[in-house]
C-alpha cells in the first residue's frame, strides 16, 4: 500500500511564503497514479482544489486564486512533489492535502480538478497565516 506524507506546513505572516512537499512511500513499485494534486480545507468551509501536476510531463493546473502565486513541481515521476507557495494571504490557511489517482488518457483535465476522483489521499497538513 502506497501512502502519502505531506510536510512543510507551518505558521506564516501574510505575504510570506512556504513550500509544501509530499512524498509517495510504501509499495511505490508499479505505482500507477499519474496525476498528483493539493486540495485545502478551511474550517467551516468546503475542500477546494489548489493545483496538480501530470506525473509524465510535469503539466501544471492551478485554481484561479493561487495561479502566479503559488507553483507545483514533480519530485520524481510517481513519487512525489513540491507546492511552493509565495504572497500568502489570510485566506489561503486551512488544512492542505496531498492526493493522487490514475487518470486515463481519455480522461478530461477538468478531472484532475475532483476530488472524487483522487483515490489516495495524505492526512493533511496545516497552514496558517497570521495577518
Known amino acids: 500500500q502506497v501512502r502519502l506524507i505531506e510536510s512543510g506546513g507551518g505558521l506564516v505572516q501574510a505575504g510570506g511564503s512556504l513550500r509544501l512537499s509530499c512524498v509517495a512511500s510504501?509499495?511505490?513499485?508499479?505505482?500507477?497514479?499519474?496525476?498528483m494534486g493539493w486540495f485545502r480545507q478551511a474550517p467551516g468551509k468546503d475542500g477546494e482544489f489548489v493545483a496538480a501536476v501530470r506525473q509524465n510531463d510535469g503539466m501544471p493546473y492551478y485554481s484561479d486564486f493561487v495561479e502566479g502565486r503559488f507553483t507545483i513541481s514533480r519530485v520524481n515521476a510517481n513519487y512525489g512533489m513540491n507546492l511552493q507557495m509565495t504572497s500568502l494571504k489570510a485566506d489561503d490557511a486551512g488544512v492542505y492535502y496531498c492526493?493522487?489517482?490514475?487518470?486515463?488518457?481519455?480522461?478530461?483535465?477538468?478531472?484532475?480538478?475532483?476530488?472524487?476522483?483522487?483515490?489516495?489521499w495524505g492526512q493533511g497538513t496545516q497552514v496558517t497565516v497570521s495577518s
Open positions: 492526493a493522487s489517482g490514475t487518470f486515463g488518457y481519455s480522461r478530461p483535465e477538468s478531472d484532475y480538478f475532483k476530488g472524487s476522483e483522487y483515490q489516495n
Open positions: 510504501g509499495r511505490t513499485s508499479g505505482f500507477g497514479h499519474n496525476v
